[in-house]
């Protein structure tokens, strides 16, 4: 742990100092937002399309809360408390509560965290709950009990680091011990890359057996792919952790980039577990967005059958279609025969339709009963 010899500080500027911007306060404004965007269409597609509510669900929204949460108090330890300066730039008066923020983020941040990972897994078991995939499922079992024993004891070594607990953000309290909080901060982090990476890897010996098409499967990949870049946040939070600790006196300086990967990493795990539960939402709206698509009707429909039974070409005469001027039928008996034949594509045209989405939705069937049983075809639904 790098040594706190105050003697050796600069002179305080506590008019105007030198900060590191306010790129911090976006990203904690911007990516919870966006998280909690997510994570509202995530709940509308299981109420009111799926008809029912999960244990993951509630767990995802606990995070995000949590998330919320931490923002908040970052934020105000930003604007208030000088976390963007250097710490010989900070008022003496406000240290003591400057370190009561930080002992209130070693709270939330792996609340937070473990809440995601709890999330993810629940929806990893539900996933096989019905298919013949003990083993997955024993690991998804294990996997939550030592995140939820991991939580518990970060929890606790957090809030007894010193004794008396008030001792944490007031080090000259007479008969005050503390353990080395620096060794259980970095432990703690590099004990949550190793479970970030388990997540993020946990899916795919599953995904892979999925006899889908490969779009789905290339689709389904990427959004779990994206597990990596909140892995890769986890261990430049690391990273930043130990900088800030061990290599440098200058710790609010050194620990502003921390809290931004910290915000990019907790957004990214509640964005990656609530995409794939959106998948129905993201059908509807797809949908509905290609019937909308304007159609091209055939232009030669009014040309003289004369003219396409003797094989002229046709093209030259569209191009000069508002040059010419057609005469359209003018008597009753010449107007039936039209109608009936415009009739009669129409409906040979909507029984085509009908025929090509009954067969494509019954090999939408064949494809997900014949994966791995009709139980995990219906499974597939909730991963793509």
Excluded at 6 to 14: C, D, L, S, V
Excluded at 149 to 172: D, G, K, V
Excluded at 242 to 252: F, G, N, V
Excluded at 263 to 270: H, P
């Amino acid at each position: 742990m790098a040594t706190y010899n105050i003697t050796q500080w600069p002179a305080p500027n506590y008019i105007n100092p030198v900060t590191r911007g306010k790129s911090l306060l976006v990203v904690d404004t911007v990516l919870p937002l966006f998280a909690a965007i997510v994570v509202c269409l995530r709940i509308y597609t299981r109420l009111y399309i799926k008809k029912w509510f999960g244990f993951d669900d509630f767990l995802i929204i606990l995070s995000l809360v949590l998330f919320v949460g931490l923002s908040v108090v970052i934020n105000v330890a930003v604007l208030k408390y000088g976390w963007d300066r250097h710490v010989w730039d900070i008022r003496p008066d406000r240290l003591t509560d400057s370190a009561k923020l930080i002992f209130v983020t070693r709270i939330l941040y792996p609340a937070a965290l473990c809440s995601m990972q709890l999330s993810l897994l629940w929806f990893y078991f539900r996933l096989v709950r019905d298919v013949h995939y003990k083993v997955f499922r024993l690991v998804v079992i294990i996997a939550g009990g030592i995140f939820v024993f991991s939580w518990i004891l970060n929890i606790m070594l957090t809030i007894f680091t010193c004794y008396p607990i008030e001792a944490y953000w007031n080090p000259f309290l007479k008969g005050a011990t503390c353990l080395d909080k620096p060794a259980i901060t970095v432990g703690s982090a590099v004990i949550n890359n190793f479970f970030d990476l388990f997540i993020t890897i946990l899916p795919f010996p599953l995904v892979l057996t999925l006899k889908v098409p490969r779009r789905i499967l290339i689709i389904t990949m990427s959004l779990f792919g994206l597990g990596f870049i909140a892995t890769l946040a986890s261990v430049m939070r690391t990273y930043y952790l130990w900088i800030a600790l061990y290599k440098s006196h200058d710790t609010t300086w050194e620990a502003y980039p921390l809290f931004t990967v910290c915000a990019v990493e907790l957004s990214l795990g509640i964005i990656c577990a609530s995409i794939p539960p959106c998948r129905p939402l993201f059908d509807i709206l797809c949908k509905r967005m290609s019937n909308n698509k304007p159609v091209r009707r055939n232009a030669t429909r009014w040309l003289p059958n004369r003219t396409r039974q003797a094989g002229l070409d046709t093209s030259s005469m569209i191009t000069s279609l508002p040059s010419l001027t057609v005469r359209r039928p003018e008597t009753d008996n010449d107007e039936q025969p039209l109608k009936m034949e415009k009739e009669r594509r129409l409906s040979s045209s909507e029984t085509s339709m009908d025929t090509k989405s009954v067969e494509a939705e019954e090999e939408g069937h064949e494809l997900q009963d014949s994966s791995y049983g009709s139980n995990a075809g219906k499974r597939i639904r909730d991963i793509v």
